[in-house]
């Protein structure tokens, strides 16, 4: 291909020891990027696809790809969603039974849902796969799983990375408002990803890669910079968002770890995805939660220096701590989503005293450079929310039609989620929690 202005390596070899790879052969991010289709399809030897789409993403792109590529005289075979699909059973059946065995590759067109579905169809069929996107809303275009809901269960399935990326600037600035304030949201929740995997590093001993890290920050800072146009549906501040998202999902790819691109917040947005699953509260976009809760995690992180710690009150909170109490507390917040949360748990031992002592005893002996790091990382809250309210984006949890009462058990729970070190498992470390959320919602009677 015909270099574009968004590079990236698609091996080499880190100062961290590792070398970092992915699989995605091109990704084209250019106003008019879509004319390179045919390009690609002969690049990739495919002559016939399988165009997946649904009303709205084939009235934004689908019928401009039919349109480039009935020119060249590609024969298609498409399947287009009647409504916006939900990423289910349901979903997954129609993308099966509608799917063209004679096609050799697939083309999603769309973002979030239509390309999870995209993937798991590549992933089934062994057919390559292109997405061509139609908003900068999230960031997993560049990853190599999807996020679906199945029985009833939020789930990240394993499927593939996409052959190629195609972010045509024209399409995605017409994106809706929402959906570009989500893209600049899953980016923002980089300043937490990025600390918490500093933090882990310093007190689990994690993998860490500076190279990594200092590719996402670049992008943030970028999309940072422009993030004013983004209203205005300014080319240079959709391209930023797009890019940023596009370089969050590679160095996941890079690290093999998803600890580039999310953190705490992440699990927040997670908690309320689950919850709307199980009790049918309200959710929004990912990237719209992921903004909320990178200001209130940023808003967390700067009440940690001004908490006394206490070794000998943290040692004994972990000693009689009662792990089954707490698993039927999970269990009655979060219904059946908690049980891989408690299976996780008994291969983890995240709460057994032995391995909690010896974390607090780095954590105490490391706390300046532990501070050090959060400040180095996380911008000021006050500057996160200014950013938020020049967008008119969603700040509070309560805006997101979330009970902000829940919010102390939603960090709690924040805990469990995955067997990554986040803010919410260095506060129960320190025996904090109570005090960190007293901070947030004014004092809370939650049990930890
Ligand atoms: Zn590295
Ligand atoms: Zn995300």
Redesign the pocket.
């Known amino acids: 291909m015909e270099q574009t202005h968004f590079t990236y390596q698609k091996e080499f070899h880190c100062s961290c020891g590792r070398t970092h790879r992915t699989q995605i052969q091109d990704i084209l991010i250019e106003k008019g990027a879509l004319r390179h289709l045919p390009e690609l399809l002969k690049e990739y030897r495919a002559q016939k696809p399988f165009l997946l789409a649904d009303k709205n993403t084939y009235e934004a792109a689908g019928q401009k790809v039919r349109d480039i590529l009935t020119a060249e005289a590609f024969p298609l075979s498409s399947y287009v969603f009647a409504d916006s699909p939900e990423p289910d059973e349901s979903a997954v059946g129609s993308c099966v039974m509608h799917f063209d065995v004679t096609c050799d590759i697939i083309l999603a067109v769309g973002s979030g849902v239509l390309n999870d579905l995209g993937k798991l169809l590549s992933h089934i069929s062994g057919k390559p796969y292109i997405i061509i996107a139609t908003a900068p809303s ?3 275009y560049a990853s190599a799983t999807s996020s679906m809901a199945m029985d009833g269960l939020k789930v990240s399935l394993p499927t593939v990375c996409p052959k190629a990326i195609l972010g045509d600037t024209d399409i995605l600035r017409q994106a809706p408002r929402r959906m570009l304030l989500a893209g600049l949201g ?1 980016m923002l ?1 980089k300043y937490i990803s990025i600390c918490e995997w500093r933090l882990s590093h310093i007190i689990t001993g994690e993998y860490y890669c500076e190279t990594i890290a200092g590719l996402v920050r670049k992008a943030l800072a970028k999309c940072v910079q422009s993030a004013d146009g983004l209203l205005g549906r300014d080319e240079r501040a959709v391209a930023a968002v797009f890019e940023g998202l596009i370089t ?1 999902g590679l160095a996941m790819g890079y690290a093999g770890i998803s600890r580039p ?2 953190g705490v917040e ?1 699990y927040f ?1 997670h908690i309320w995805d689950m919850r709307g699953l199980e009790f049918h509260t309200s959710t929004d976009l ?2 719209i939660q ?1 903004a909320v809760a990178t200001l209130i995690a940023a808003r967390l992180y700067e009440q940690l220096p001004l908490i006394p710690l206490n070794r000998e009150a943290a040692l004994l909170h972990a000693a009689s701590f009662d792990y089954e109490a707490w698993s039927l507390r999970l269990r009655e917040f979060l219904g059946k989503g908690a049980d891989a949360m408690i299976a996780l748990e008994q291969r983890e031992h995240k709460y057994d005293p032995a391995l909690h002592a010896k974390r607090l005893a780095i954590i105490l002996d490391r706390w300046d450079e532990i501070l050090s790091v959060i400040r180095e990382e996380i911008p000021p809250s006050s500057t996160l929310e200014q950013l938020l309210t020049s967008l008119k984006a969603p700040k509070t949890a309560a805006e997101l039609k979330v009970d902000p009462a829940t919010l102390p058990m939603t960090f709690a729970a924040t805990r469990d989620i995955r067997d990554k070190y986040v803010l919410s498992r260095l506060a129960w470390d320190l025996d904090i929690t109570r005090r960190l959320m007293e901070t947030l919602n004014g004092p809370q009677t939650a049990k930890e």
């Open positions: 999230m960031d997993g899953d929740a969050g691109a999310s992440h947005s990912h990237g992921c």
